[in-house]
């Protein structure tokens, strides 16, 4: 199968479902732009936790914690146009592999690639019956998922494992011996490593064969089929591959709150990872970590604006976002760069396309 | 790139450190988030999410404290009360609260409300060694000042609870056969713990102890063969939903014992009216605070100002929603730690004198009741009263019953 040009996949696409970012536009000034752009960015997250308090560390952590569950969700929604309400249940499944392993006195680093494994299984096996539902239903049925979590947890015959309603308090990690920094920084650091190497992960992956097909079958998936893609294991396969990213987020985040409950994963939570995936960009993956700001401090602000009314004017920011910005984050940065004048020709394209 | 980052590291962190280095205290005896002026006090609530019916506590205190602080503060400071939303969600709590902690510097962290939001925080508050007092929760386990010596309950706990209708029971059925209805879960199995205990060398009194799940559809089957059993004593420590069906299924069987309610589940709208008031007559419960929707309370000193409080400064809060209660009662206890504090207002002082509280008395409390705390009783409200349903609201009977372990 031969790539197809961005600009021709963003004229055919339904208007759901926003362009995926131009990667693959030739341009060289463009190209030199985004380079600068993320090295701008990596710098500055590397510098950040040197200049702030801590507890904006321990955001700042959250807020790539967040994100990473985002992009786990948008790698299944946004490139392979599969519906979730569930991903909380994953998070949920990560944050509790990683405590249960590091109450047993397993190195917290280990339970990252743990919680992934055990997420992908999760992740893979539920694929199926979502292979017979589509939109709303599959989205009834994993959201069935996150309802049922919390009580899983609470399950008494569990409760050696789960700590039942109590949950599990988790000891924070100090940094290796040597490193001159504070437990908040080095988890920050710890998290970025992990974060930047899912990113990176992320990026080949969309960018591969592999990618083009699970991308081809949320654009057609009859087209798709005929050309020889196998749909049913690459809908399984990125199921499995978005709960794996999820579930390494949810441990990431147990080791950073320090502490996992049943009441920590309600529904809610796959409602606000939905919210950050839309807020971001649908099939963006900086987009994500949009989102994931969007999560965390959103919900702040509103609150500082009224204690009482936070949850409408939640709602009301929302609102003016997705009005102002309709494809998300990401599809905003696109349309600002449209302007710009190096970038013009490159980017003129797609985002005329996209209207 | 490796050169750039090391760079701006090493460039960044004099300023850090030039940042560390400046004292923030103003004087010796001062905590954080105290000046001559000003008490700097926490508090984390739901006003959003699935407990939002429970954000009213903190809507009530931070009314409590504008109403406070127009009357001059506690030693001429006033309380900049900082209360934000968890959401009840665990998480969101420990962001909220270390913002409290390391962002607005709060001397203290007030009435936290939730066991899972608590117990999520419970660690991180006795490592950075922060009162966390008297948290909004039931749970016994806030009761444990040699393994954290930061944290105070406040309210009676289930244990304290299940004690108190063990010494009830002694009493007036010493020769009973009791049968304990409990959630399978922490909640239930602390009342089961406090009557057990509560009973002590006459524990085998409790014939059968059924648990139900809150996935459960009914409690027929536990109330059907509790009454096989023989009980004639029927501790009902069930939620408003299990409370109601258990006391309609008893009815039903003709099944009566003598009904001891818990008082999770002692509302009458909740669980009273939907078992039918009837069904209800003559079942006995305990309670510690006023009950604002009670008539007998109409003259009351107390309710009397509570009553002009809720006008003048909380005239949106609902007058029959306990929680408006609760609120301002946690206040009071602690402007009396604050007070007792006077000019040494240091995080240790303060755990010190919140566990030095003798015979304080708060209005909305059940006249006779005390609170008493110690260093080794981190437990302030230990003392409830019975009461009886006459079939149209609750009356109340008898002394104070004083929950503690029988030593």
Known sequence: ?355 | MKEITRRSILAAAPAALALAAVPARAAKNYGPGVTDTEIKIGNTGPYSGPASSYGTIAKSEAAFFRMLNDQGGVNGRKINFISYDDAYSPPKTVEQVRKLVEQDNVLLVMSPLGTPTNSAIWRYMNQKKVPQLFVATGATKWNDPKGHPWTMGWQPNYQSEGHAYAAYILQNKPGGKVAVLYQNDDFGKDYLKGVTDGLGDKAKMIVLAAPYETTDPTVDSQIISMKAAGADVFVNTGIPKFAAQAIRKAAEIDWKPLHILSSVGNSVGAALKPAGLENAKGIVSDFYLKDPTDPQWKTDPGYLQWVAFMDKYYPAGDKTDVGNVTGPSFCQTLVQVLKQCGDDLTRENVMKEAANLHRFRVPMLLPGIEINTSPTDFAPIKQIQMARFDGQRWQLFGPLINGQAPA
């Open chain 1, 1 to 355: 199968m031969s790539a197809p040009e961005p600009n021709a996949l963003a004229l055919e696409r339904p208007a759901a479902v926003p362009a995926a970012p131009p990667v693959a536009l030739a341009g060289q000034r463009w190209h030199g732009a985004r380079n600068l752009t993320i090295g701008a960015v990596v710098l500055a997250a590397l510098a950040a936790p040197l200049l702030v308090q801590n507890f904006v560390v321990f955001q700042l952590t959250l807020v790539m914690v967040y994100g990473l569950a985002i992009l786990g969700l948008n790698l299944l929604t946004g490139f392979n146009g599969q519906f979730s309400l569930g991903h909380s249940a994953f998070y949920g499944i990560g944050a509790y592999t990683a405590a249960i392993l590091m109450n047993q006195d397993v190195g917290y680093f280990w339970t990252l690639p743990c919680a992934g494994a055990v997420c992908f299984v999760v992740g893979f096996l539920f694929g199926f019956p979502a292979l017979r539902l589509q939109g709303i239903y599959l989205a009834l049925a994993t959201f069935a998922l996150a309802t049922a979590m919390p009580q899983i947890l609470k399950f008494q015959p569990l409760e050696p494992l789960t700590g039942g309603v109590q949950g599990i308090a988790l000891l924070k990690p100090d940094p290796p011996p040597g490193v001159p920094l504070n437990p908040d920084q080095w988890l920050y650091y710890f998290t970025l490593a992990v974060l930047l190497l899912m990113l990176a992960g992320a990026a080949s992956l969309v960018r591969s064969r592999t990618g083009r097909a699970i991308m081809a079958i949320r654009d057609d998936p009859i087209a798709a089929a005929a050309m020889g893609i196998n749909t049913a294991l690459y809908k399984t396969l990125t199921f499995g591959v978005s709960a794996l990213y999820t579930g390494i987020a949810g441990a990431l985040g147990a080791i950073v709150i320090q502490f996992v409950g049943p009441d920590s994963f309600p529904f809610l939570l796959s409602v606000s990872f939905l919210v950050g995936l839309v807020v971001g960009g649908v099939g963006s993956i900086p987009g994500s970590l949009v989102g994931g700001v969007f999560v965390l401090f959103i919900p702040n602000l509103a609150e500082r604006v009224s204690t009482g009314l936070s949850g409408a004017i939640y709602g009301v920011i929302l609102l003016v976002v997705i009005f102002v910005m309709p494809a998300g984050a990401a599809g905003f940065a696109r349309l600002i760069a449209a302007r710009l004048p190096f970038a013009r020709k490159s980017v003129a394209i797609a985002a005329t396309g996209r209207e």
